[in-house]
């Protein structure tokens, strides 16, 4: 993940049956060591060739597979991928994921902890989080709800500033390779409005441009 944002768009969920009773996850998973690699089932198995001494990709592989039960419904949903020294499982903690924890009320918006972008360092840190950010009442971050975004970085002098955007857009010039594109943007040292050196200042600042939003959309 790049972006606070990745932590809530983009991730589907499994889904339960219709008027599923008891809507509840069993969650498992195992290892199949050494499979053979196929082209297609049933054919003779794959021989792999590179050139490369220290390439990974052998004729055989680990394959990691996910089980996802509904006892109650009877939905469930398999989930198989190649296990290799880049990818796998871990066990980590919502504290590092951002995702999990509560938001916080800042000047009439909800904070959203997210990954952070730079991320060396912070956890110990007052600001351990970049956020996304929705309106109030928002019970779920999605793609509908997000007005804004925030995340740490650096001033000219190496100082914290924080990075804003603020009110979706799909035609936004700012937010390139994102999932939301925006309609303004702060690099948090003075271009794009005031520098913003504190998540507070940063959050004032997008609640000024969604004002602004609304009251052109008057």
């Known amino acids: 993940m790049i972006s606070p944002l990745d932590t809530y768009i983009g991730w589907d969920r499994p889904m339960h049956n219709k008027l599923c009773k008891r809507p509840e996850w069993d969650i498992s998973w195992r290892t199949e060591e050494r499979k053979d690699r196929y082209h297609y089932r049933g054919d003779d198995p794959l021989k792999h060739k590179c050139a490369q001494e220290d390439c990974t990709h052998l004729n055989y592989y680990d394959e990691k597979v996910v089980r996802v039960v509904c006892k109650s419904c009877g939905a469930a949903h398999i989930i198989t991928g190649e296990q290799t020294s880049d990818t796998g499982e871990s066990t980590t903690s919502t504290k590092y ?3 999990g924890l509560q938001p916080r009320q800042v000047s009439g918006l909800l904070l959203w902890p997210g990954h952070p972008y730079l ?17 109030t009442k928002v019970k779920e971050v999605t793609e509908a709800t997000v007005v804004g975004q925030i995340t740490q970085s650096r001033g000219e002098r190496g100082g ?4 804003a955007l603020a009110v979706p857009d799909p035609g936004g010039q700012f937010g390139y390779g994102q999932k939301i594109r925006w309609a303004h943007a702060n690099d948090g040292r003075g271009r794009g409005g005031t520098p913003l050196r504190s998540v507070g200042s940063a959050t004032r600042w997008i609640g000024e441009r969604l004002t602004e939003a609304q009251g052109n959309a008057a």
């Not at 991320?119 to 309106?135: A, C, K, S």
């Not at 914290?160 to 990075?163: D, E, F």
């Open 97 to 99: 994921l951002g995702y």
């Open 119 to 135: 991320e060396f360092g912070r956890l110990g840190t007052t600001e351990p989080h970049d956020f996304v950010l929705t309106r």
């Open 160 to 163: 914290i500033v924080w990075t």
